[in-house]
């Protein structure tokens, strides 16, 4: 029997070997949004671990659109040359396919990472002006952002595809767009974020017209043989907030304009969530949206195991799993699920001989 998470996934003209998707995982160590020696270590030691694809931290499309003041950008040549060093390294020494995940932090933006408290940057500590639908913080203490005019929605739209068009010259095999976690795109969606008395605010036809507006215009220029998808909060776990109901919705939306996945992540738009933790707790989200839409699901959040995450592709609840601290933990975790279950995994040629199969008596 062949192991349904070791099976290949064919995404238009992308292949991936396997169901295995390392996660975004910011790092807060970039240099005016530039990615360093410090990428070349994170990003390549998942390049050559064998899961399917290895996504990139959320790189922000805007200096006012990064988390922190460290977070990677992709918004200038130097940012380009920098992720293009990164991404050619991963391609020499890795096996995995490489996506990158484009983002903006909206109201969230102009804060310290989380080892750092997370907490807002404070006047001295050269903070920003952020910008979101409405002029609503994220919770006590935090920057009061500024409400996008149309000029600055044309703008933020406009970034994303130049972001997109730099991310094809650097040679990313698929893109994901950033609509999660209480970020710019998933303001618009969230009625507690969202407060536009527009066309961009109230029903949900309005709160969803600016993501699928950044969503088209992507998909404009990202050639029809590579996959765009994307990472969506499917709830905000608070009464008022956005629905997994207005999830199914927005996925059909995004199915309609050629949107090749939904990542399905939740919460973090509203620092009142009352998230239920528990081990694959994001997977009957993501098995709503792909039973409801048949659009391909990725789901992420507490997926630690190799049992675990074939049991989820298996029974059909996603097609495919991310993990993020489980493969900080355990870079190999893809090689070391393949044994545990029997499948095969790709090794580079220079680490060929550490398979055990290879050498164990
Ligand atoms: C260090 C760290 C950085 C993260 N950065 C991002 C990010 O850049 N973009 C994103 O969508 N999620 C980010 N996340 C969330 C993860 O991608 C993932 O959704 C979450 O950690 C749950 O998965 P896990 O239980 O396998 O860690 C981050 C998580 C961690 C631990």
Not at 91 to 108: M, P, S, T
Not at 204 to 222: D, G, K, Q, S
Request: include cysteine; proline fraction near 7%.
């Amino acid at each position: 029997m062949t192991s349904p998470l070791f099976a290949p996934l064919e995404l238009r003209g992308l292949t991936l070997p396997n169901r295995i998707v390392v996660s975004p995982m910011c790092q807060y160590n970039s240099e005016h949004g530039s990615a360093n020696d410090w990428h070349l270590m994170h990003l390549g030691q998942f390049a050559m671990g064998a899961a399917g694809l290895v996504m990139t931290e959320a790189t922000h499309v805007l200096p006012v659109g990064r988390i922190t003041h460290r977070c990677l950008g992709l918004y200038s040549d130097d940012n380009e040359a920098a992720l293009q060093r990164v991404i050619d390294f991963c391609r020499r020494y890795g096996v995995a396919k490489l996506g990158i995940q484009l983002a903006h932090a909206g109201r969230k933006a102009s804060a310290h990472p989380p080892a750092a408290g997370g907490k807002p940057l404070a006047a001295d500590e050269n903070p920003w002006t952020t910008e979101a639908p409405s002029p609503i913080p994220f919770g006590p203490g935090w920057h009061t952002p500024v409400a996008l005019a149309r000029a600055g929605l044309s703008e933020v739209r406009d970034q994303f595809v130049n972001a997109a068009r730099r991310s094809l010259r650097i040679g990313f095999d698929l893109i994901e767009l950033h609509i999660g976690h209480g970020y710019l795109l998933h303001e618009f969606l969230s009625p507690i974020s969202n407060q536009r008395d527009d066309e961009y605010g109230g029903s949900i036809a309005n709160r969803m017209r600016f993501p699928l507006e950044v969503f088209a215009a992507v998909r404009a220029i990202w050639p029809a043989e590579r996959p765009l998808g994307v990472r969506v909060s499917a709830t905000d776990w608070i009464e008022g907030g956005w629905t997994v109901e207005e999830t199914v919705v927005f996925a059909r939306e995004l199915q309609a304009l050629g949107c090749d996945f939904i990542d399905v992540t939740s919460g973090q738009l509203d620092p009142r969530q009352k998230i239920p933790l528990a081990p694959g707790y994001n997977v009957p989200l993501a098995h709503k949206v792909k039973s409801e839409t048949g659009i391909l699901t990725m789901a992420v959040g507490l997926i630690t195991k190799p049992r675990q995450a074939e049991a989820i592709v298996a029974g059909g609840q996603a097609d495919l799993v991310a993990l993020a601290r489980g493969m900080m933990d355990d870079p190999r975790w893809a090689w070391h699920a393949a044994r545990e279950l029997g499948a095969q995994a790709l090794y580079p040629a220079n680490y060929a001989r550490c398979s055990p199969a290879q050498w164990q008596p």
